[in-house]
């Protein structure tokens, strides 16, 4: 008879539930025990002429597990274990974000089956090593100690997902502050056009005529074009924001976070051109 354990925390047994679900389509008996905080799949198969069938099938089937369904839980683990003072949202947040980084081609943004099928295959063949010589594994020691490779992989993207979450949450500290700047200024024109001239941005007053530079702060030195432009922008605080022409994304969204409702793009005039 070949007999296997295959074990997980209680508070992951939705991960059990369905790998005996897909077990039993092999065939084999299936008994659930709870041992502390650990609940264990126990398969069984009558004959030992069959063992390496049975190993390659339970490790099919585990691979599918830890590199499809339980990756949202074993990228959760990592975060909670290694990052502290996220809230739940934020926390989802950075979990989506991780399995963007795993599971898609950030480029393209089309899925990348290739390294999916290279990280599943990896996990099979750690899981066909493991079963040979022992009949007894629990999923999250398994994939910590046994499967460094691709723990490191799913830590790396958590490492980087929380970077750009923290980078997100500094941006919107940022806006909020700007956006104080502004309620607080009076404002000294109903309307600015905002158009890219070179390495630099022309402000228009409402008649098209442009700013004289009593009316705009002088730029200190190492400033980029966009910080003076974001500069000249709170400080005169318009009523009245139209962008004209190409922007770069960060500074479009700044200005457009900054001023909400105030800004408009236009469509297409002669000072687009």
Same mark, same amino acid.
Request: glycine share 6%.
């Given at each position: 008879m070949v007999t296997l354990a295959i074990g997980t925390s209680l508070a992951n047994r939705s991960a059990t539930e369905q790998l005996a679900e897909y077990l039993k389509t092999g065939g084999l008996e299936i008994e659930t025990a709870n041992l502390g905080q650990w609940v264990f799949l126990g398969c069984k198969l009558k004959g030992t002429e069959k063992a390496n069938l049975v190993h390659a099938f339970v490790a099919d089937a585990v691979a599918d597990l830890l590199v499809g369904s339980q990756q949202r839980q074993l990228l959760g683990r990592i975060l909670r274990h290694n990052y502290k003072g996220f809230t739940a949202e934020e926390q989802? %947040?950075?979990? #989506? +974000?991780?399995?963007?980084?795993? #599971? !898609?081609?950030?480029?393209?943004? %089309? %899925?990348?089956?290739?390294?999916?099928?290279? +990280? =599943? #295959?990896?996990? *099979? @063949?750690?899981?066909?090593?493991?079963? @040979?010589? +022992?009949?007894?594994?629990?999923?999250?020691? !398994?994939?910590? !100690? +046994?499967? =460094?490779? *691709? *723990?490191?992989?799913?830590?790396? @993207?958590?490492d980087l997902a929380v970077e750009e979450q923290l980078a997100e949450r500094e941006y919107r500290d940022f806006i909020s502050l700007l956006r104080s700047f502004v309620e607080i200024q009076p404002s000294s024109f109903e309307l600015l056009h905002v158009v890219p001239k070179g390495d630099a941005y022309l402000l228009l007053d409402e008649n098209g005529q442009e700013l004289s530079e009593e009316f705009l702060e002088e730029p200190l030195g190492g400033m980029e074009p966009e910080d003076v432009l974001l500069s000249n922008l709170i400080t005169l605080a318009p009523e009245k924001v139209i962008l004209h022409g190409s922007f770069g994304r960060e500074i479009s969204r700044t200005i457009k976070q900054v001023f909400s409702e105030q800004v408009s793009t236009c469509s297409g005039c002669e000072l687009c051109r």
């Amino acid at each position: 008879m070949v007999t296997l354990a295959i074990g997980t925390s209680l508070a992951n047994r939705s991960a059990t539930e369905q790998l005996a679900e897909y077990l039993k389509t092999g065939g084999l008996e299936i008994e659930t025990a709870n041992l502390g905080q650990w609940v264990f799949l126990g398969c069984k198969l009558k004959g030992t002429e069959k063992a390496n069938l049975v190993h390659a099938f339970v490790a099919d089937a585990v691979a599918d597990l830890l590199v499809g369904s339980q990756q949202r839980q074993l990228l959760g683990r990592i975060l909670r274990h290694n990052y502290k003072g996220f809230t739940a949202e934020e926390q989802e %947040e950075i979990v #989506n +974000r991780s399995l963007q980084i795993l #599971n !898609f081609d950030l480029q393209t943004g %089309e %899925e990348d089956e290739i390294r999916k099928r290279q +990280r =599943k #295959n990896l996990v *099979y @063949a750690r899981l066909l090593e493991c079963l @040979a010589g +022992r009949s007894q594994i629990v999923l999250e020691g !398994f994939v910590r !100690f +046994r499967l =460094k490779e *691709y *723990y490191r992989e799913l830590k790396l @993207a958590v490492d980087l997902a929380v970077e750009e979450q923290l980078a997100e949450r500094e941006y919107r500290d940022f806006i909020s502050l700007l956006r104080s700047f502004v309620e607080i200024q009076p404002s000294s024109f109903e309307l600015l056009h905002v158009v890219p001239k070179g390495d630099a941005y022309l402000l228009l007053d409402e008649n098209g005529q442009e700013l004289s530079e009593e009316f705009l702060e002088e730029p200190l030195g190492g400033m980029e074009p966009e910080d003076v432009l974001l500069s000249n922008l709170i400080t005169l605080a318009p009523e009245k924001v139209i962008l004209h022409g190409s922007f770069g994304r960060e500074i479009s969204r700044t200005i457009k976070q900054v001023f909400s409702e105030q800004v408009s793009t236009c469509s297409g005039c002669e000072l687009c051109r």
